[in-house]
């Protein structure tokens, strides 16, 4: 029997919204209420005490001439569907601990539905899945004027099941669609943000004998259209490019250009039609536009886009920002289909930019250069050019032309590298030392590079251990520290 506190709490939080948003003193009778309402609506649900099929209006039903058991299931029906309507406003609760029991125990709905359907099944075999509900959660975890990204963490161990991840996709789908049209296409940050922290962290399965964890049982389950890979991947790919198709938060396109490479385009049936985003991305500028080439590169060499100045638009691109953002786009340029004055033109707008970057891009932009000669060894020229400018008044190079084929980079000379030789940070110095040595075959791994901080730099430095010099000196005497100074006769430094 429930405490008589705890049963007038369940009553309250049943009988009315404006009840369901406790003070913090009674979050613990509100849990309470919650695990009340879980355990009588699973133990119906369990006991087929429910109404099943289209439900009838509580008050006809009730009134009309139906049986006592009847009535009652309606009844009971209409309660259910009070208590999931009142765990849908409390996932927007104030507490997380009432946020997170209310996911729990609508998410264990949605497992006794689809075990115990309340819809009646057309025909024998034929599946059934709580969609409606499942729906019902995805709308309380993507809120449109909060941050929901602790409570869809705790979602996400429901994402690993199959089926769950399926509707998941279809049920974004369609609140994006309801959703931005309502907002006439202007962004929504918080709604966005959640959007994409649900959809970001998705797992695709590679191949169709990997779909094999799913909440619901169904007989005959190699029938059932969920359980084809080729369906995921039509969910998936409708999914994002609703989303990508609304204007983001600036912040958003960098996080999604990011991920696109590996997590989104190897799952698309038709990865082409990114193109429009990319688009849009490229046209924002900065480093939003040369993350937006790496996808755009992607396109062209993977999936026989035409992308036509690509390169141009690239280096167009190189400015001081790139040496703060993923550089990622720039490995594009190690392929070896490439004429060596576009390549030197790379090398030596790098290599001029380099001249003010921070020393964690530069551990990186020296090993690439390096590689690129590997790659291009036409461009070595730059190195060994015995008479070439020695300083900026000299270079031919000219940094303002936007065109490549123009930039007379193939006259010019690295000496930004041999300036870099004399860094105050040693392993640049080092780094950009070894152009006065013949390079070897093998190419340097710069992966490990890629994301090096200021701040692991500064750690690094720190854990060092000075070696221990012994120093011979004569101690200072007076002011100026000589032997037969005048003033250490009138001065002391004590």
Known sequence: ???????????????????????????????????????LFGALLERGELFVGRLPAEEAALAGGGSAEEKYKVWMRHRYNDCVGWLAELMGHGSFHVKELSLCTLMKFVELEAEYPLVKVEWKGSFTFPRELLK??????????????LLISRFQEYMEYDDIRYFVMKAVTESIGQVMQKTKERPLPFYQQNIFSLISPINMPNKERDLVKFMVKQDNREEWKVSKLQAHKQAFERMWLSFLKHKLPTGLYKKVLVILHDSILPYMNEPTLMIDFLTVAYGIGGAISLLALNGLFILIHQHNLEYPDFYKKLYSLLDPSIYHVKYRALTTLLYTHLPAY????????????????????????????????RRHPACKVLVHRPNGPADLSEDPYIMEQEEPSESRALESSLWELQALQNHYYPDVAQAAAILNQSLSEIEDDISGLLELSASELFDKEVKKSAAIVPLEFEQVRGLFGKKNDIFAEHFSLD
């Open 1 to 39: 029997m429930a405490q008589p506190g705890l049963a007038a709490c369940l009553e309250a939080v049943l009988g009315s919204r404006a009840n369901a948003n406790r003070e913090e003193e009674e979050e613990e009778k509100v849990l309470g209420a919650l695990r009340a309402c879980g355990r």
């Open 136 to 149: 019902v959660v995805v709308d309380g975890l993507i809120p449109l004027n909060e941050d929901a990204s």
């Open 342 to 373: 576009l390549v030197a033109a790379f090398i030596k707008r790098l290599s001029r930019l380099a001249l003010t970057a921070p020393p964690e891009a530069l551990l990186m932009v020296i090993p690439f250069i390096c590689n690129l000669f």
